[in-house]
C-alpha cells in the first residue's frame, strides 16, 4: 500500500511537471550559429570593440558567457530561437554595410532598425537575403546609390524608412510588390523623376511620406481602391506640377494632406468636399489660385499661404458645429481684397489667423472679442483702416499680435496693454497714436519670436 501510494505520488509529480513544461512557452535559448553570427557582425565594427557606452548603452552583452537571446538590441523567436530583431539605433557604427557582412545571415530577421548609426555607402543587395523583414528602418545615415533593388525582395515589408540620407534616381516603376506596405518614408533623400502611382495601389498603405527629394511632374494617384486606408500623404518640398488631381479625391480615409512647396497649379479640385475624414492640408507656397472651397471649413487646420487664392466660397459663412473645430487658418500672401469676413468670428477655438500680405481693406471686426483662444493675429501689410478695436478683453492667451504696414488710426486698445501672455506686438506703419504713456517702455520689453 505505501509502495502503491509513493508510487502514485511519483506518477502524479511527472506528469504535472510534463504537463507544466506543455503548458508554458518553450523559452528556447539562444543558437550557436545565431550568437556566433551576431558577434562576426559586432566585429565588423571597429566603433563597437571597446562597449564604450553611447548614450548609455552598449554592447557588453554580446559576448560568449550569456545566451545571445538575452543581449541588449536582440530578440529571438521564443519557438525557434532565431533572431527576429536587431534595433540598434544610434550606435556609432560609422561604416559602409559590406555585401558579406554577417548582418546578411540573419535570414529569419523581421526588424532591422539601423536609424542614425553613421552608416555611408550602398546598401549591398544581399539585403534581398533577409526576406522576412516586416520592418527596414534606415533613417538618418548617410546611404547613397539608387533605391536598393533588393528591398524588392522584401515583400514582407510593413514599414519601410529610408529618410534623411542621400539615395537618388527613380523609384522602380512597380512597387505594387509589398502588399502589406503601411508605413513609406523617403524623405530627405536626392529621389528624382515622376512619382510611381502603382504605390498607391497597395491597400495596407496607410502614411506616405515622399518630402523633400527631386520628383517632378504632374502627379497621379491612378485609380485608388475604394478600401484605400492612406491616411497621411505628403508631397512636401519636390517640384510636382500641374493641376491636384482629382484622384486624390479618391481615399476614403485620408487625414492629412500636405502639398507644401511644389509647384502645382490652378485650383483645388471640388471633389476634396468627398473627403470627409481629412483635418489637416497645407497647400502653402504653390500657385494655386482661386476660391478657397467651403467644405474646408470643418478642418482643423488650413495653411494656404504664398498661393494666389482670391475669394472663399460660399458656405463659409453657413455656422455650423463642425466649424467650430478650426485652429488654424493661414492664408498669407495671397490675392484676398474686400473686408475681412464676419464668419471668422464664428471660429471660437481659432488659435492663429494669418491674412497678411493680402489687400484687404475696411476695419478689423469688432466680433473678434469671441475669438478667445487667439495666440495669434496677424493681419500685416494689408490695407486695413479705421481703429485697432478693444478685442483684446478676453485674449488671455494672445502672444502675438502684428497689425503693421495698414492704415490704421486712433487709439491704442486698452486692452492690448492689460494682455499679459503677449510677447510680439507689431504696429508700425499705422497712423495709431502711441498716447498710452506705457506703450513707448512697455513695447521695448516684447521679444520678437525666434525665426
Ligand atoms: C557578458 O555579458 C553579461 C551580461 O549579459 C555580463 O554580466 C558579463 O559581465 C559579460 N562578460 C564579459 C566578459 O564582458
Ligand atoms: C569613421 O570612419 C572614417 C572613415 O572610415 C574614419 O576616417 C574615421 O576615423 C572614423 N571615425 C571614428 C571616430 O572612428
Ligand atoms: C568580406 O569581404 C572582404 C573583402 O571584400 C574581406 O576583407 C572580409 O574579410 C570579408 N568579411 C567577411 C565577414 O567574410
Ligand atoms: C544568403 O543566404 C544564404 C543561405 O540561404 C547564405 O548561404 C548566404 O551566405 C547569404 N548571403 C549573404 C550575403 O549573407
Ligand atoms: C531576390 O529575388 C529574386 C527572385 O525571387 C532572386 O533571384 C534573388 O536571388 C533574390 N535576391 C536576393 C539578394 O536574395
Ligand atoms: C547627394 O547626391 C547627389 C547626387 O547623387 C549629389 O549631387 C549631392 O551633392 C549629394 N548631396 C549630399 C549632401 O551629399
Ligand atoms: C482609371 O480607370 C479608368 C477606367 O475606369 C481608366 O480609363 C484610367 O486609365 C485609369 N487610370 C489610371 C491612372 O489607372
Ligand atoms: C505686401 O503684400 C504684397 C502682396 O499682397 C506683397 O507683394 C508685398 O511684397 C508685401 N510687402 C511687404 C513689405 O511685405
Ligand atoms: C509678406 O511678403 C513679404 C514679401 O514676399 C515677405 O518677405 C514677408 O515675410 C511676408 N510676410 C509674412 C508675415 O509672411
Ligand atoms: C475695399 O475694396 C473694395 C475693392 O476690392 C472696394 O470696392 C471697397 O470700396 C473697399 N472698401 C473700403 C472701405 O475701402
Ligand atoms: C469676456 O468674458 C466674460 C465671461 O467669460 C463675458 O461675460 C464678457 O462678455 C466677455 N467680454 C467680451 C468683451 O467679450
Same mark, same amino acid.
Given at each position: 500500500?505505501?509502495?502503491?501510494?509513493?508510487?502514485?505520488?511519483?506518477?502524479?509529480?511527472?506528469?504535472?511537471?510534463?504537463?507544466?513544461?506543455?503548458?508554458?512557452?518553450?523559452?528556447?535559448?539562444?543558437?550557436?550559429?545565431?550568437?556566433?553570427?551576431?558577434?562576426?557582425?559586432?566585429?565588423?565594427?571597429?566603433?563597437?570593440?571597446?562597449?564604450?557606452?553611447?548614450?548609455?548603452?552598449?554592447?557588453?552583452?554580446?559576448?560568449?558567457?550569456?545566451?545571445?537571446?538575452?543581449?541588449?538590441?536582440?530578440?529571438?523567436?521564443?519557438?525557434?530561437?532565431?533572431?527576429?530583431?536587431?534595433?540598434?539605433?544610434?550606435?556609432?557604427?560609422?561604416?559602409?554595410?559590406?555585401?558579406?557582412?554577417?548582418?546578411?545571415?540573419?535570414?529569419?530577421?523581421?526588424?532591422?532598425?539601423?536609424?542614425?548609426?553613421?552608416?555611408?555607402?550602398?546598401?549591398?543587395?544581399?539585403?534581398?537575403?533577409?526576406?522576412?523583414?516586416?520592418?527596414?528602418?534606415?533613417?538618418?545615415?548617410?546611404?547613397?546609390?539608387?533605391?536598393?533593388?533588393?528591398?524588392?525582395?522584401?515583400?514582407?515589408?510593413?514599414?519601410?524608412?529610408?529618410?534623411?540620407?542621400?539615395?537618388?534616381?527613380?523609384?522602380?516603376?512597380?512597387?505594387?510588390?509589398?502588399?502589406?506596405?503601411?508605413?513609406?518614408?523617403?524623405?530627405?533623400?536626392?529621389?528624382?523623376?515622376?512619382?510611381?502611382?502603382?504605390?498607391?495601389?497597395?491597400?495596407?498603405?496607410?502614411?506616405?511620406?515622399?518630402?523633400?527629394?527631386?520628383?517632378?511632374?504632374?502627379?497621379?494617384?491612378?485609380?485608388?481602391?475604394?478600401? %484605400?486606408? $492612406?491616411?497621411? =500623404?505628403?508631397? /512636401?518640398? +519636390?517640384? !510636382? &506640377? *500641374?493641376? #491636384? @488631381?482629382?484622384?486624390?479625391?479618391?481615399?476614403?480615409?485620408?487625414?492629412?494632406?500636405?502639398?507644401?512647396?511644389?509647384?502645382?497649379?490652378?485650383?483645388?479640385?471640388?471633389?476634396?468636399?468627398?473627403?470627409?475624414?481629412?483635418?489637416?492640408?497645407?497647400?502653402?507656397?504653390?500657385?494655386?489660385?482661386?476660391?478657397?472651397?467651403?467644405?474646408?471649413?470643418?478642418?482643423?487646420?488650413?495653411?494656404?499661404?504664398?498661393?494666389?487664392?482670391?475669394?472663399?466660397?460660399?458656405?463659409?459663412?453657413?455656422?455650423?458645429?463642425?466649424?467650430?473645430?478650426?485652429?488654424?487658418?493661414?492664408?498669407?500672401?495671397?490675392?484676398?481684397?474686400?473686408?475681412?469676413?464676419?464668419?471668422?468670428?464664428?471660429? %471660437?477655438? $481659432?488659435?492663429? =489667423?494669418?491674412? /497678411?500680405? +493680402?489687400? !484687404? &481693406? *475696411?476695419? #478689423? @471686426?469688432?466680433?473678434?472679442?469671441?475669438?478667445?483662444?487667439?495666440?495669434?493675429?496677424?493681419?500685416?501689410?494689408?490695407?486695413?483702416?479705421?481703429?485697432?478695436?478693444?478685442?483684446?478683453?478676453?485674449?488671455?492667451?494672445?502672444?502675438?499680435?502684428?497689425?503693421?504696414?495698414?492704415?490704421?488710426?486712433?487709439?491704442?486698445?486698452?486692452?492690448?496693454?492689460?494682455?499679459?501672455?503677449?510677447?510680439?506686438?507689431?504696429?508700425?506703419?499705422?497712423?495709431?497714436?502711441?498716447?498710452?504713456?506705457?506703450?513707448?517702455?512697455?513695447?521695448?520689453?516684447?521679444?520678437?519670436?525666434?525665426?
Amino acid at each position: 500500500m505505501m509502495v502503491q501510494s509513493h508510487c502514485y505520488c511519483y506518477f502524479f509529480c511527472l506528469i504535472s511537471l510534463l504537463l507544466h513544461t506543455l503548458a508554458s512557452p518553450m523559452l528556447r535559448h539562444c543558437l550557436h550559429d545565431q550568437r556566433d553570427t551576431l558577434l562576426e557582425f559586432k566585429d565588423e565594427f571597429p566603433t563597437l570593440q571597446y562597449n564604450s557606452k553611447v548614450n548609455g548603452r552598449s554592447l557588453s552583452s554580446w559576448n560568449m558567457t550569456s545566451d545571445c537571446c538575452s543581449w541588449e538590441e536582440v530578440t529571438c523567436d521564443t519557438k525557434s530561437g532565431k533572431v527576429i530583431s536587431l534595433v540598434l539605433d544610434f550606435f556609432y557604427l560609422n561604416n559602409s554595410l559590406k555585401t558579406n557582412s554577417s548582418l546578411f545571415k540573419l535570414q529569419h530577421l523581421r526588424i532591422l532598425s539601423l536609424s542614425g548609426c553613421k552608416l555611408y555607402g550602398e546598401v549591398p543587395s544581399s539585403l534581398g537575403n533577409l526576406s522576412h523583414l516586416t520592418d527596414l528602418v534606415l533613417r538618418h545615415n548617410k546611404l547613397v546609390g539608387q533605391f536598393p533593388a533588393s528591398v524588392g525582395n522584401l515583400t514582407q515589408l510593413t514599414r519601410l524608412e529610408l529618410s534623411d540620407n542621400n539615395f537618388s534616381g527613380k523609384l522602380p516603376h512597380d512597387m505594387s510588390g509589398y502588399q502589406n506596405l503601411d508605413y513609406f518614408d523617403v524623405r530627405e533623400n536626392s529621389f528624382s523623376g515622376p512619382f510611381p502611382t502603382s504605390l498607391f495601389k497597395i491597400p495596407s498603405l496607410e502614411f506616405v511620406l515622399l518630402g523633400s527629394n527631386h520628383f517632378k511632374g504632374p502627379m497621379d494617384f491612378g485609380n485608388a481602391s475604394s478600401t %484605400s486606408k $492612406l491616411y497621411y =500623404l505628403s508631397l /512636401s518640398h +519636390n517640384q !510636382f &506640377n *500641374g493641376l #491636384i @488631381p482629382e484622384s486624390t479625391c479618391e481615399f476614403p480615409q485620408l487625414g492629412d494632406l500636405d502639398l507644401k512647396y511644389n509647384n502645382f497649379i490652378g485650383s483645388i479640385p471640388r471633389c476634396i468636399s468627398k473627403l470627409d475624414r481629412l483635418i489637416d492640408i497645407d497647400f502653402s507656397n504653390n500657385k494655386l489660385e482661386g476660391e478657397v472651397p467651403g467644405c474646408l471649413r470643418r478642418l482643423t487646420s488650413v495653411r494656404l499661404s504664398h498661393n494666389s487664392f482670391s475669394s472663399f466660397g460660399k458656405s463659409w459663412e453657413v455656422l455650423n458645429d463642425e466649424f467650430t473645430l478650426m485652429w488654424i487658418l493661414d492664408l498669407n500672401s495671397n490675392s484676398f481684397r474686400g473686408q475681412v469676413p464676419n464668419w471668422i468670428c464664428k471660429i %471660437s477655438l $481659432l488659435l492663429l =489667423l494669418d491674412f /497678411s500680405n +493680402n489687400s !484687404f &481693406n *475696411g476695419s #478689423i @471686426p469688432t466680433c473678434l472679442r469671441n475669438c478667445r483662444h487667439l495666440k495669434a493675429l496677424i493681419l500685416r501689410n494689408n490695407s486695413l483702416s479705421g481703429t485697432l478695436p478693444e478685442i483684446f478683453v478676453n485674449a488671455t492667451m494672445l502672444l502675438s499680435l502684428d497689425v503693421s504696414g495698414n492704415q490704421l488710426e486712433g487709439k491704442f486698445p486698452k486692452s492690448l496693454v492689460s494682455c499679459e501672455s503677449l510677447e510680439y506686438l507689431n504696429v508700425e506703419g499705422n497712423r495709431i497714436k502711441d498716447n498710452l504713456i506705457p506703450l513707448v517702455d512697455f513695447s521695448a520689453t516684447f521679444k520678437r519670436p525666434q525665426p
